[in-house]
């Protein structure tokens, strides 16, 4: 489990025991993946913590001298951000639970299994490096950044933002391609953003939307009078974009017509309004996206190659969402967050199940079709509470992807027995859900009789919750 992606193997852990033999098992434990600490004493803990940055500590509750309450409060006092981990024998895990109520993450009991360390281990990392990208895209936000908005740290992005400050500096066309919902047009603008065009015009034109006869007075514009409906004069998106930059989306769905005169612009940089003989000239740069292979559009003929070279001088490919490994929980979190804030509302968070399943679902509409969900989730969600796995659509719980791949978390194929149970639970839950646990009611929508439906809450162990109230 420490190998995860999300996970830093840099990551640095403090180790506090006064038992040398505990201190040895957690070493054991950690030392492959991560930076390990020992000390044994409380004193020395606060002092390796005021010398050293720390990610986390596991903290033993009983100690000569300082124990671990107090040992708690002075490290909280110095970085009130660092996540502790208390250990404790069992029979004192009542103190244990208490040190939650002075900061601490959470706690464990010895003897202890490895995985529970590993997997306590991971949760707060990773919600500790979701906090620490959340406040970095902030603090780029208030800096105005030209990447205030693309949200990721995947490494096939890196290349994508390396090729960005490039190409950004030129006046060189540009050809964005990626499959839909991937974030394209955010592409154009950090493109836009980072040149030395920034403080001039950024106009976005989606050519699917435009019918064909009326593209080039939408592009060009035209005069009053030059066909039914022209009542006045009008200006054309390239003459609103001059010193600055045009985007062209769906570049594909352009008629063989249009992209003549297309070309001849690019070629020329100046063209004439529809019912017009007078030549304007801008200064506009280009950039242009696509979904489509433009490759195999020129082989059919149905898009000019010459026009294809023009626009293609600097491509830009988009990898799709379910290969930005790590993305998916920063942006649920960022559009989380969002939504929070345009619904006024408080859905605290996603559970590690939740999460678990969202990196697991293949997202073939991408980064939109995460943010649609994410805005489902907080409509729906309850406030101060976490979104957890029963909360998420059935289509993607039980997309086999998601199946396949939180049976791989958890350590390999249930079988068919257990799969069943696992749907038939989540099944039933929904359905309790929907009727407010009415019994009477959940068994009509189950199609059971009512004492099925009670035998069957027992066997799954199905009980309603605060949450649920």
């Not at 985007?247 to 100046?270: G, H, P, V, W």
């Not at 069943?420 to 639970?425: D, G, L």
């Not at 959940?442 to 035998?455: E, S, V």
Request: net charge positive; hydrophobic share 40%; aromatic share 8%.
């Amino acid at each position: 489990m420490a190998g995860n992606n999300n996970i830093s193997i840099h990551a640095r852990i403090l180790v506090v025991d006064d038992d040398e033999a505990i201190r040895d098992a957690l070493k054991l434990i950690l030392e492959d993946d991560y930076d390990v600490v020992c000390v044994d004493s409380g004193f020395k803990a606060v002092e390796e913590v005021k010398n050293q940055v720390f990610d986390l500590v596991f903290l033993d509750v009983v100690m000569p001298e300082m124990d671990g309450i107090e040992t708690l409060r002075r490290i909280k006092a110095h970085d009130k951000n660092l996540d502790i981990i208390m250990v404790s024998a069992i029979n004192r895990a009542q103190e244990a639970t208490d040190s939650i109520r002075h900061g601490a993450y959470d706690y464990i009991t010895k003897p202890f299994d490895h995985k529970i360390i590993l997997n306590r281990l991971e949760k707060v990392l990773l919600k500790r490096n979701l906090v620490k990208e959340v406040s970095f895209h902030r603090s780029q936000a208030a800096s105005g950044s030209w990447r205030t908005k693309i949200i990721s740290k995947a490494k096939n992005m890196s290349a994508v933002f390396d090729l960005i400050a490039k190409v950004a500096k030129t006046s060189s066309n540009v050809i964005i391609t990626g499959e839909s919902g991937t974030g394209k047009e955010l592409i154009a603008r950090a493109v836009h953003n980072a040149s030395l065009r920034e403080d001039k015009p950024f106009v976005a034109i989606n050519c699917a939307s435009i019918p064909a006869e009326l593209m080039e007075a939408e592009l060009f514009g035209h005069e009053k009078g030059s066909f039914t409906g022209a009542h006045k004069q009008a200006i054309g998106k390239f003459e609103f974009a001059h010193q600055g930059t045009i985007f062209l989306d769906e570049i594909s769905c352009l008629k063989t017509e249009f992209q003549a005169k297309l070309l001849r612009f690019i070629q020329e940089r100046e063209f004439t309004r529809v019912g017009s003989h007078r030549t304007i000239k801008v200064d506009v740069r280009i950039v242009t996206a696509t979904n489509t292979s433009l490759d195999e559009m020129v082989k059919k003929g149905t898009f000019r190659e010459d026009l294809y070279f023009r626009l293609n001088v600097v491509p830009i490919l988009l990898p799709p969402l379910h290969s930005r490994k790590g993305d998916v929980p920063l942006l649920a979190n960022f559009f989380l967050g969002r939504f929070n804030r345009q619904m006024n509302k408080s859905v605290k968070g996603f559970t590690p199940e939740a999460l678990a399943v969202l990196e697991c679902y293949p997202w073939p509409g991408n980064i939109r079709e995460l943010e649609n969900l994410i805005e489902r989730m907080v409509v729906l969600g309850t406030e101060n509470q976490f979104i957890d796995e029963k909360d998420l659509p059935f289509d993607l719980l039980f997309h086999r992807e998601s199946i396949k791949g939180t049976e791989n978390r958890k350590g390999g194929n249930k079988g068919l027995i257990q799969a069943r149970q696992a749907f038939e639970r989540l099944y039933i839950l929904r359905a309790l859900q929907n009727s407010r646990w009415n019994q009477t009611w959940a068994a009509n929508l189950l199609g059971i009789h009512r004492n099925t439906l009670i035998q069957k809450m027992k066997a799954l162990d199905l009980t309603r919750d605060r949450n649920d109230s």
